[in-house]
């Protein structure tokens, strides 16, 4: 996002905070096949705006009842070194702020499939948190079969169960997810970036999405048709 964007949009979340964006409701293999995000709405596109580094691109999010799924593009090509962060309360004012440009208030963030937490001031506070993947809440990632290397997309998953260490707390609290695609690898195309390196995608806030009423409505049959079954066998 450009020096100029990024100052509107500073001063437009000040003044109204972003929209949650209502989710879809989808489960994704992270496989690097990501023919199944077909449908799955580009949430924030930000391509064509940082060199010799992850240039964020269009970014895509979907749950189902077990995980929040995020897929980045890149149109350079270039992926290794980008940050996810969530600012877990909604508000700038907590967590880390991210190049002091006021957009989120991270409390936890992941670059690539690492996870580490955040407070006010404090880029890694030496917490961590603990949940499924390895035992630390890290993401499941994949790069097309190519682990841990650059690639022009990216497809992630997060446990929704993950919990901050000492405290227990929960690093996705209730439904409103959110989040902040970053780097600090690379230069604007004006080859100072505002006087930082890298690039920000827009703010996003997501809502979690439940299952459509029709698929409840076919497991509900489903389920009768089994106790019929069982009934009669």
């Known amino acids: 996002m450009k020096v100029h964007q990024l100052a509107v949009a500073g001063a437009l979340l000040a003044l109204l905070g972003p929209v949650a964006l209502a989710g879809t409701y989808k489960t994704i293999t992270i496989d690097g096949d990501y023919s199944d995000w077909t449908g799955v709405p580009v ?38 070194g980008t940050f996810i962060t969530i600012d877990i309360d909604e508000d700038v004012n907590t967590g880390f702020d991210v190049f002091g440009l006021g957009l989120v208030g991270s409390e936890a963030g992941w670059q690539n499939d690492f996870p580490f937490t955040q407070a006010t001031g404090v880029f890694n506070d030496g917490v961590g948190m603990n949940g499924p993947f390895f035992g630390i809440g890290a993401a499941l990632l994949a790069f097309d079969g190519v682990n841990f290397a650059n690639h022009p997309n990216r497809e992630l998953a997060f446990d929704l169960d993950i919990l ?20 600090d690898l690379g230069v604007g195309p004006d080859g100072t970036f505002g006087g930082f390196n890298g690039d920000v995608s827009g703010v996003i806030e997501y809502t979690l999405a439940v299952p459509e009423p029709a698929t409840l409505g076919l497991v509900a049959v489903g389920l009768a048709s089994f106790v019929g079954l069982r009934r009669r066998s």
Do not use: E, K, M
């Open 43 to 80: 949430v924030d596109s930000d391509g064509g705006d940082n060199v010799g580094g992850p240039d964020i691109g269009d970014t895509q999010v979907a749950n189902d009842a077990d995980y929040l799924y995020v897929r980045n593009s890149f149109p350079n090509g270039l992926s290794l």
């Open 164 to 183: 901050r260490n000492v405290t227990n707390t929960a690093i996705f609290p209730d439904n409103t997810i959110r989040l902040l695609v970053w780097t």
